[in-house]
């Protein structure tokens, strides 16, 4: 385990005026990058590449997104333009990631994180379909596992070095071990709040140059619904505090990745087979990650997990 480093800048500051400037800058760029869409939209609509495969396909893309996924992507921008300057500001070095395993044991702690995160999830989504919080989807994607997996592994492998190795070997030169882990997993599960309500959108001829604040300020207002916090808040705290405790019990972020990519590709799964038939909170939400019986999945999880797993 690593020890907290005394007289090391902290790098919680740091981090939170990072994630400020990644936000506000997401709100300048949203309406920019809009009606850059927009734009694009229009030439291909005349354009014979508008015609071709690709064409085709951006089209429909642009077609139905909406402000707020113009929104999710400004942001996304400013993370990776804002990233550079905040490492220069940091400093990190190859001792802030956790020490490197055998490939083979690795290999075996993520594939055990993975069948216990997906299987438990799935089996708590039969569980609900059984009960009748879902219905299954008119066009059940059963086979279509491409962008589950896809999604399972990029946001295991870049978040997991992200948040589990990067800012929690920040966070772990400046703090004790504990304050560390609720200092990170509090950044984890902020990180992924972060986003406008359910269903709410802005019309797209409404939009202006300070339509991305009106996006933040919508998600301030999820923080004041209290339901919604309890539901889907607690539940992202929950994960990202089970994983910080396996990459601290074993010292590696195999079991962390797999266990984060199998809960995605869970989520996902079954996402595409069913649809929601509501009224169910705060036990049951539209998702396998909202509703207080996937918080205590997760937990569950998470304690089957360190039972199995090595102690480093």
Same mark, same amino acid.
């Given at each position: 385990? &690593? @020890?907290?480093?005394?007289?090391?800048?902290?790098?919680?500051?740091?981090?939170?005026?990072?994630?400020?400037?990644? +936000?506000?800058?997401?709100?300048?760029?949203?309406?920019?990058?809009?009606? !850059?869409?927009?734009?694009?939209? #229009?030439?291909?609509?005349?354009?014979?590449?508008?015609?071709?495969?690709?064409?085709? *396909?951006?089209?429909?893309?642009?077609?139905?997104?909406?402000?707020?996924?113009?929104? /999710?992507?400004?942001?996304?921008?400013?993370?990776?333009?804002?990233?550079?300057?905040?490492?220069?500001?940091? =400093?990190?070095? =190859?001792?802030?990631?956790?020490?490197?395993?055998?490939?083979?044991? #690795?290999?075996?702690?993520?594939?055990?994180?993975? @069948?216990?995160?997906?299987?438990?999830? !799935?089996?708590?989504?039969?569980?609900?379909?059984?009960?009748? @919080?879902?219905?299954?989807?008119?066009?059940?994607?059963?086979?279509?596992?491409?962008?589950?997996?896809?999604?399972?592994?990029?946001?295991?492998?870049?978040?997991?070095?992200?948040?589990?190795?990067?800012?929690?070997?920040?966070?772990?030169?400046? +703090?004790?071990?504990?304050?560390?882990?609720?200092?990170?997993?509090?950044?984890?599960?902020?990180?992924?709040?972060?986003?406008?309500?359910?269903? *709410?959108?802005?019309?797209?001829?409404?939009?202006?140059?300070?339509?991305?604040?009106?996006?933040?300020?919508?998600?301030?207002?999820?923080? #004041?619904?209290? &339901?919604?916090?309890?539901?889907?808040?607690?539940?992202?705290?929950?994960?990202?505090?089970?994983?910080?405790?396996?990459?601290?019990?074993?010292?590696?972020?195999?079991?962390?990745?797999?266990?984060?990519?199998?809960?995605?590709?869970?989520?996902?799964?079954?996402?595409?087979?069913?649809?929601?038939?509501?009224? *169910?909170?705060?036990?049951?939400?539209? /998702?396998?990650?909202?509703?207080?019986?996937?918080?205590? +999945?997760?937990?569950?999880?998470? *304690?089957?997990?360190?039972?199995?797993?090595?102690? =480093?």
């Amino acid at each position: 385990m &690593q @020890a907290a480093k005394p007289g090391t800048s902290a790098a919680l500051p740091k981090l939170l005026l990072y994630l400020l400037a990644v +936000m506000l800058g997401g709100a300048l760029l949203a309406a920019p990058l809009f009606h !850059l869409g927009h734009t694009v939209q #229009g030439w291909l609509s005349t354009s014979s590449l508008g015609g071709s495969g690709p064409g085709i *396909w951006l089209l429909k893309e642009i077609e139905r997104a909406h402000f707020s996924r113009y929104f /999710n992507r400004a942001v996304l921008v400013c993370a990776i333009l804002f990233i550079w300057p905040f490492l220069r500001w940091v =400093r990190p070095d =190859r001792s802030l990631l956790p020490t490197w395993r055998p490939v083979s044991t #690795g290999l075996k702690q993520w594939a055990l994180g993975f @069948a216990l995160a997906s299987g438990l999830l !799935l089996l708590l989504g039969f569980v609900f379909f059984k009960l009748g @919080a879902y219905r299954l989807h008119p066009d059940p994607r059963w086979l279509k596992l491409g962008e589950p997996i896809t999604a399972a592994l990029g946001a295991g492998i870049v978040e997991e070095f992200f948040f589990r190795g990067l800012l929690l070997g920040l966070l772990l030169r400046s +703090m004790t071990t504990r304050s560390a882990l609720i200092a990170g997993t509090f950044v984890f599960a902020i990180v992924h709040f972060l986003k406008p309500p359910e269903g *709410w959108q802005i019309d797209d001829a409404a939009v202006t140059w300070s339509s991305g604040f009106l996006v933040l300020k919508q998600i301030a207002a999820g923080f #004041g619904d209290v &339901q919604f916090l309890l539901a889907e808040f607690a539940t992202l705290f929950a994960v990202g505090w089970v994983l910080a405790q396996v990459r601290m019990q074993t010292g590696s972020l195999w079991a962390a990745i797999g266990l984060h990519g199998g809960w995605v590709f869970g989520l996902k799964y079954f996402s595409a087979l069913v649809i929601p038939a509501g009224g *169910w909170l705060p036990w049951i939400g539209a /998702n396998l990650k909202i509703g207080l019986a996937p918080l205590l +999945m997760v937990l569950l999880t998470g *304690w089957i997990a360190c039972r199995l797993l090595p102690r =480093r």
